[in-house]
């Protein structure tokens, strides 16, 4: 009876640990994803910057920014700049397709943002695609959040390259 027992148990920890080590590939994907579109964008942001905010910008990085509480965010796409003489800067998330979690989570951090860098602020997310619900939820809650498909920047935008 003892010996029967066993051997579910060892398939559920099989299964279990099976299941961890397929959601830390998918995981890694999903970052390696993440950081080669912000790759592929970041010569671009001088002009697009240029072109759909009207920011001249200085400097583009990713960015960790930590709180006093001990929290930090990453900001995929930074970039710094003027408009008009005022400080401006530029948060960009980058996802393979942003879902609604997505964009919310991207929401609170721009939020949080607004009170670490004094000045004008300009929000967008790249992805490959977007499916129209998401579009439709950008635009009736968070109108602030541009959108940009990733082929976009190579069809519209002068590439730069970043020392």
């Not at 948060?91 to 607004?114: H, I, M, S, T, Y």
């Amino acid at each position: 009876m003892v010996e029967t027992q066993k051997k579910p148990e060892k398939a559920t920890q099989t299964i279990t640990s099976i299941a961890k080590d397929i959601e830390s590939i998918f995981d890694d994907l999903s970052m390696r994803l993440k950081y080669t579109l912000a790759d592929n964008i970041i010569p671009y942001i001088f002009d697009f910057a240029e072109k759909e905010f009207g920011v001249d910008v200085t400097s583009v990085d990713r960015k960790h920014v930590f709180y006093p509480d001990g929290r930090h965010d990453e900001i995929n796409i930074y970039a710094e700049g003027l408009k008009d003489g005022r400080p401006s800067f530029i948060f960009g998330e980058c996802k393979a397709q942003p879902g609604k979690n997505d964009v919310l989570k991207f929401a609170k951090v721009a939020e949080r943002l607004a009170d670490i860098f004094p000045g004008d602020h300009y929000l967008f997310m790249v992805g490959y695609q977007f499916h129209p619900e998401v579009e439709t939820y950008i635009d009736a809650m968070f109108p602030r959040i541009r959108i940009f498909k990733s082929f976009e920047f190579e069809l519209k935008y002068q590439k730069r390259k970043i020392h």
